[in-house]
């Protein structure tokens, strides 16, 4: 497995050119549309409380506070963290820099936990599950964005044994539902894969969303 001051470090050289990718960004207006239409399906009615984990540079935390939200973010990149304290400049939300398998809240305390693009990269993923589910309250929604991403063949590791992790490379949703089943009650999947909105092009590879009731 990656130790973690290199994944820190990969994670601290991408920030600056994060926001290029245009689901990254959401800099374009179609984009970013699409992600709020989604958002505002898969999240309670607001003001809700939403703890976004691996929030990089805040773009959907940005999102998800000008729809009227309470939002907690946090990512293990310093830089990233930075970047989103600048997008989100005048509402009020919190980021810290932490651990994704060690939410910054109390458990029971959040109406939704929003997770995107990150099972991939932990050690431990069904551990991070099953935390993040306990920060729950009674009808909170995990909200997971996810893939299983098309690679070249003998692609470079992000990160030194990143390989090895778990998911690496990303997750089928099949396996992603079966890790939550014994966790929650209810589970919905949504095809992302052919909504170019989303993603600002067409994409080859299985991206979905599931949304998962406490």
């Given at each position: 497995?990656p130790?973690?001051p290199?994944?820190?470090?990969?994670?601290?050289?991408?920030?600056?050119g994060?926001?290029?990718?245009?689901?990254?960004?959401?800099?374009?207006p179609v984009?970013?549309?699409?992600?709020?239409r989604?958002?505002r399906?898969w999240l309670?009615?607001?003001?809700?409380?939403?703890?976004?984990?691996?929030?990089?540079?805040?773009?959907?935390?940005?999102?998800?506070?000008?729809?009227?939200?309470?939002?907690?973010?946090?990512?293990?990149?310093?830089?990233?963290v930075?970047?989103?304290r600048?997008?989100?400049?005048?509402?009020?939300?919190?980021?810290?820099?932490?651990?994704?398998?060690?939410?910054?809240?109390?458990?029971?305390?959040?109406d939704?936990?929003?997770?995107?693009?990150?099972?991939?990269?932990?050690?431990?993923p069904?551990?991070?599950?099953s935390r993040?589910?306990?920060?729950?309250?009674?009808g909170?929604r995990?909200?997971?964005?996810?893939?299983?991403?098309?690679?070249?063949?003998?692609?470079?590791?992000?990160?030194?044994?990143?390989?090895?992790?778990?998911?690496?490379?990303?997750?089928?949703?099949?396996?992603?539902?079966?890790?939550?089943?014994?966790?929650?009650?209810?589970?919905a999947?949504?095809?992302?894969?052919?909504?170019?909105?989303?993603?600002?092009?067409s994409?080859?590879?299985?991206?979905?969303?599931?949304?998962?009731?406490?």
């Amino acid at each position: 497995m990656p130790r973690l001051p290199s994944v820190t470090a990969y994670w601290d050289g991408a920030a600056s050119g994060f926001d290029d990718e245009p689901d990254h960004g959401l800099g374009e207006p179609v984009v970013r549309a699409a992600w709020g239409r989604r958002l505002r399906d898969w999240l309670p009615t607001p003001p809700s409380d939403v703890l976004d984990i691996g929030c990089g540079t805040g773009s959907l935390s940005r999102l998800m506070l000008e729809d009227g939200h309470r939002v907690v973010g946090t990512d293990l990149s310093p830089n990233m963290v930075e970047a989103a304290r600048a997008k989100c400049a005048g509402y009020d939300v919190t980021f810290s820099v932490g651990d994704a398998a060690e939410p910054p809240v109390g458990a029971a305390s959040q109406d939704a936990v929003v997770v995107r693009h990150l099972l991939w990269t932990l050690p431990d993923p069904h551990l991070a599950l099953s935390r993040w589910v306990r920060s729950l309250r009674d009808g909170g929604r995990l909200v997971l964005v996810e893939g299983r991403w098309a690679q070249p063949a003998g692609a470079t590791p992000y990160a030194d044994g990143a390989e090895r992790m778990p998911w690496s490379g990303g997750v089928r949703q099949g396996d992603l539902v079966a890790a939550l089943e014994p966790l929650v009650a209810s589970i919905a999947v949504h095809d992302l894969t052919t909504d170019d909105d989303l993603w600002g092009r067409s994409v080859p590879d299985e991206r979905y969303a599931v949304v998962a009731r406490i």
